[in-house]
């Protein structure tokens, strides 16, 4: 079947233009300017004056939880929230239960999401002290990467002895993702305020608990290892202004060994929301100050910073009760992310071309994803339609993540997801979601 999306507003590779695409089957056949005549038939037309069409955006960091926590998200729930927010291919974590620490674990994900699925998918291999010597039966054309938890995490993940760390980065056959942050810094401030505030401190003492020392020493570290062994990394949720330090802006994407994502939640908010949103917003690494914020902002500008990725992590609401060290670590955002850096958009924080590099672009060009992310001929018809004229009012029954909450409840957004293809289909219209399409496995050319 042939679609034709005419009259849109097309953002693509820096430009911003009046023009039509043409869907044939899975795939773009046209991209066509203002002017330019189609010279196809097609089966279906759809008039999109006065909308945005954009790729689909790639998050390079989600927690589905499947399997095994299922309670707090599936791969199902989770990827039609994500359609419903524009987005058209994920890259899991691997903190499930079980871990994605073996073959078989690694296996099953993929059996699952070819199942149940509405997007394009693909799974990160978890690092542990022991299980290095299966680098070398990872295809690197269909795992995304390697995730390093350095110096934080649960679990047999914690890697943080010198040794294993070392070989980790001289042995790695993959992109290696890092979560950084460092443990014994976090355990001192954690006894520290503890004796000043008690078993339980209010979450706003969760940035001075998880500092920027924490995050700013292990960062150092793991960019000293990938210099040292040459290793691609890719840091993930860069939290301070003092890990920016460690970046650099002054070479092209192709061509930078590591690379660094930022969250939209430590886009977003900083400390000073604690107190209005609590627990909603607590998340590793904690957000901090709005002078981080506003560096983070600045990064993604200047190229310091290389994607918007949104660690959409979700957790029940009775999860979330407590303090900073009682309640669960975790936002749940990916549904309205989009929506809320376009919103940036609109407050002049960046420009709507620098978000579809950051969300669209940039993590095709960083993982290496076969024919995706751009809108161009003969890529993958991912793409999104967006209303730039659409306010509305986030409400509770319009989440689809199955833990049933959002931080952006209550919030009012200028922008609005019309349609949402994936490989050529329309999985979301409007508010309805066609739970007949699945998505495919992400192909890296590698």
């Known amino acids: 079947m042939r679609v034709l999306i005419k009259n849109a507003t097309i953002v693509n590779e820096g430009e911003r233009f009046i023009g039509s695409v043409l869907i044939n089957g899975k795939r773009i056949a046209e991209v066509l300017r203002e002017n330019e005549k189609i010279s196809r038939k097609y089966d279906q037309c759809i008039d999109a004056t006065g909308m945005f069409l954009i790729p689909g955006v790639i998050d390079d960091h989600v927690h589905f939880r499947e399997p095994g926590l299922t309670s707090k998200a599936t791969i199902y729930s989770e990827s039609r929230a994500a359609a419903a927010g524009g987005v058209t291919s994920f890259m899991d974590m691997p903190n499930t239960k079980p871990q994605t620490t073996d073959i078989t674990s690694l296996r099953d994900k993929f059996k699952i999401a070819a199942k149940d699925s509405a997007i394009n998918y693909s799974f990160y291999f978890g690092v542990t002290n022991n299980n290095r010597r299966l680098f070398s039966r990872l295809n690197p054309r269909k795992i995304c990467g390697i995730k390093l938890f350095m110096g934080s995490s649960t679990g047999n993940m914690l890697v943080d002895g010198e040794s294993v760390l070392e070989e980790v980065f001289r042995t790695a056959n993959l992109l290696v993702a890092v979560h950084c942050e460092d443990s014994n810094i976090i355990a001192e401030n954690t006894k520290q305020v503890m004796l000043r505030e008690g078993n339980d401190p209010d979450v706003s003492f969760h940035p001075i608990i998880r500092s920027t020392e924490a995050c700013y020493r292990s960062t150092k570290r793991a960019v000293e290892l990938a210099k040292k062994y040459g290793t691609r990394l890719h840091i993930m949720h860069i939290s301070t202004a003092k890990e920016l330090e460690l970046l650099l802006c002054d070479k092209s994407l192709d061509n930078k060994q590591i690379t660094a994502e930022v969250t939209p939640a430590h886009l977003l908010f900083c400390d000073k929301d604690y107190k209005e949103l609590g627990t909603k917003i607590k998340c590793n690494p904690a957000i901090k100050s709005e002078y981080d914020r506003t560096s983070l902002r600045n990064a993604v500008i200047n190229g310091l910073v290389d994607l918007i990725g949104t660690d959409h992590a979700p957790h029940r609401p009775e999860d979330k009760v407590g303090g900073a060290l009682s309640a669960a670590s975790g936002i749940p955002t990916l549904q309205f992310s989009l929506i809320a850096m376009l919103q940036l958009c609109n407050e002049g924080v960046f ?5 579809v590099q950051k969300m669209c672009h940039a993590p095709a060009d960083i993982f290496g994803i076969d024919k995706r992310g751009y809108i161009r001929k003969g890529y ?14 986030i409400e509770k029954d319009e989440i689809l993540s199955l833990c049933g909450w959002s931080p952006f409840e209550g919030r009012t957004f200028d922008w609005s997801v019309r349609q949402t293809w994936v490989n050529g289909q329309c999985v979301y219209r409007d508010g309805v979601i ?9 192909k890296f050319c590698r």
């Open 351 to 355: 420009d709507i071309e620098t978000l």
């Open 380 to 393: 993958s018809a991912d793409i999104v339609l967006l209303d730039p004229t659409h306010q509305h009012t």
């Open 434 to 442: 066609d739970d007949s399409v699945r998505g495919v496995a992400l």
